[in-house]
Nanobody
């Protein structure tokens, strides 16, 4: 059974940093495109950052320049380095991995989420 386990969340003061990790098991990690999403209380889940199998990245405007997504295929782990954190970044952060095979089969897996709270 595929497992995605996020870690690294917590309470941090405004202006601080956190690094989230998403460790995957039972998938061929390098074949998957990957995303970080977040959901704040009372709000819809939003896409924060994406990284492709080739390492290309994309960010939402709200985090561009502050967050960095990366992956280590040898460790089956994806990361989200978050700097200059703001109270508006408070949310549950989820990792998502997805793949469409050459035959059109779709695979889509989510982690359980990790809480990030930015507060003084």
């Amino acid at each position: 059974q595929v497992q995605l386990v996020e870690s690294g969340g917590g309470l941090v003061q405004p202006g601080g940093s956190l690094r989230l990790s998403c460790a995957a098991s039972k998938i061929i990690f390098s074949l998957y495109n990957m995303d970080w999403h977040r959901q704040a209380p009372g709000k819809q889940r939003e896409l924060v950052a994406s990284i492709t199998t080739g390492g290309s990245t994309n960010y939402s405007d709200s985090v561009k320049g502050r967050f960095t997504i990366s992956r280590d295929n040898a460790k089956n782990t994806m990361y989200l380095q978050m700097n200059s954190l703001e109270p508006e970044d408070t949310a549950v952060y989820y990792c998502n991995v997805r793949r469409t095979t050459a035959w059109g089969l779709k695979y889509d897996y989510w982690g359980q989420g990790t809480q990030v709270t930015v507060s003084s």
